[in-house]
């Protein structure tokens, strides 16, 4: 056996650890997975490794489905979350898409300076364009505050791709209720908050579509 895998090997202890842990106190749990997939929300998050969706909010397994890359992003030529969210909205039924960023967000550092890796670059490409959208704004701003504000104006400007997806405006033209949120993570202190930009129809849309902020 190499190295490597014995270096997993605490992640298999855990892993069982874990399991007679839910089976002691819920001796149902694994069953009722089995029996149903159905999460109220859909979480759009950063990769970043400390903001892991289910713990920040308390939710257990089978309540939320989750897609996260670098800064959150959605691009409408992004054919991995397009189809995440066509399955959450169409199959799955999902309430909420809540599209979480977070402070302190490397993605969107490296669109306040001047290149990164080949991929990673094409990646935040619109969050440079984000930048340049509300440069006045974040011109006033010293370093740090810069690079928050542009994490929330991150979040709030992939709200508003949301607003544009088919598959969302379709759920709201035949009546299924569907909401978009768009929060923020603080790694700093654990906080979550709402940036108060949640849309529940296509009406709510148009109008956040035509708002300049
Ligand atoms: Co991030």
């Not at 309540?63 to 979350?81: C, P």
């Not at 542009?150 to 709200?159: A, D, T």
């Given at each position: 056996m190499c190295q490597q895998c014995d270096d997993l090997n605490h992640l298999f202890d855990?892993?069982?650890?874990?399991?007679?842990?839910m089976n002691e106190t819920d001796p149902d749990f694994f069953d009722s997975l089995t029996r149903t997939h159905a999460p109220e929300y859909l979480w759009i998050g950063c990769s970043d490794?400390?903001?892991?969706?289910?713990?920040?909010?308390?939710?257990?397994?089978?309540?939320?489905?989750?897609?996260?890359?670098?800064?959150?992003?959605?691009?409408?030529?992004?054919?991995?979350?397009l189809t995440v969210i066509e399955y959450a909205v169409e199959v799955l039924q999902v309430k909420h898409i809540m599209v979480t960023g977070h402070y302190g967000c490397g993605g969107v550092k490296a669109a306040l300076g001047d290149g990164s890796p080949d991929m990673v670059e094409h990646w935040i490409r619109p969050i440079r364009k984000y930048a340049l959208r509300h440069q006045d704004e974040l011109a006033r701003l010293d370093d740090q505050a810069r690079w928050d504000r542009?994490?929330?104006?991150?979040?709030?400007?992939?709200?508003r791709n949301?607003?544009?997806?088919?598959?969302?405006?379709?759920?709201?033209?035949?009546?299924?209720?569907?909401?978009?949120?768009?929060?923020?993570?603080?790694?700093?202190?654990?906080?979550?908050?709402?940036?108060?930009?949640?849309?529940?129809?296509?009406?709510?849309?148009?109008?956040?579509?035509?708002?300049?902020?």
């Open positions: 855990n892993n069982r650890a874990w399991i007679a842990r490794a400390r903001v892991p969706a289910n713990q920040i909010v308390g939710l257990k397994p089978g309540e939320v489905f989750v897609h996260r890359n670098i800064a959150n992003l959605i691009n409408s030529s992004d054919m991995n979350v542009l994490c929330e104006i991150n979040v709030i400007e992939q709200v949301l607003c544009h997806i088919p598959s969302i405006r379709n759920a709201w033209a035949r009546g299924q209720r569907l909401e978009l949120h768009g929060l923020i993570y603080d790694i700093r202190d654990g906080v979550i908050k709402s940036l108060d930009v949640s849309i529940c129809s296509r009406e709510q849309a148009d109008r956040f579509l035509t708002r300049c902020d």
